[in-house]
């Protein structure tokens, strides 16, 4: 069965400070991994996905993650955080009928 | 991308009551599914909406608690029934636009449901 772990529940960081998140997945196949986010009342929204190919995405908002499969991880990063990224971010890794989740990591930013 | 609409947004309902969802999708899509997010935690798949025949449940949902429609390929309903302040969650409606890989999945607003 898949799943996904985000190892970090909470992070703190300073506006203009570097951001990585942790994924890591359990897939048997290839997986395809996405990351949302949500912001508070909000839905999700979708900041980018890795079906194949090159191993590092660019997403919106200025995003990117790393797919690297020796290490079962889809990290997510962002050079330099605004105050307006504060919200909870999911990892998922889906199969072509159903996403599974990742119990996501809520991200404070301080000014 | 798909644009997805629901309502209520919001609703505060009674014990042993039912509440209707209701999720709207902009443009014609192959695939719609019916989330769970409980308070503080995250989101549980209960169902997939299938168009013009029966809904297909996770483990541990059932369509007599969660009854499910999709009449066509833009809507979908979802109906939490005999409620109980266990079901106080918020509810998403996505849609998955098939292409290259697994369907990608755009998620409504989402209900925000408290029984009491």
């Known amino acids: 069965a898949q799943s996904v772990t985000q190892p970090d529940i909470h992070i703190t960081v300073s506006e203009g400070a570097s951001l990585e998140l942790r994924c890591n997945y359990s897939?048997?196949?290839?997986?395809?991994l996405f990351w949302y986010v949500q912001s508070p009342g909000q839905g999700l929204q979708l900041l980018l996905k890795?079906?194949?190919?090159?191993?590092l995405v660019q997403g919106i908002k200025g995003f990117e993650a790393e797919f690297k499969r020796s290490q079962s991880s889809f990290n997510l990063r962002k050079p330099s955080v605004h105050w307006s990224d504060a919200a909870e971010y999911f990892c998922a890794v889906g199969t072509a009928s159903k996403l599974t989740f990742g119990t996501g990591t809520r991200l404070q930013v301080t000014l | 991308s798909a644009v997805i609409s629901q309502k209520p947004s919001r609703d505060i309902c009674q014990r042993g009551t039912s509440l209707t969802i209701q999720c709207q999708v902009d443009s014609q899509v192959t695939m719609m599914f019916w989330y769970r997010q409980q308070p503080g935690q995250s989101l549980t798949l209960i169902a997939t909406a299938n168009q013009g025949s029966e809904a297909t449940y996770e483990s541990g949902f059932v369509i007599d608690k969660f009854p499910i429609s999709r009449p066509n390929l833009t809507f979908s309903t979802l109906t939490v029934s005999n409620m109980s302040p266990e079901d106080s969650s918020i509810y998403l409606c996505s849609a998955g636009t098939s292409g290259r890989g697994p369907y990608e999945q755009y998620f409504g607003p989402g209900t925000r449901l408290t029984v009491t």
């Open positions: 897939y048997g196949a290839t997986p395809y």
């Open positions: 890795y079906f194949s190919g090159d191993t």
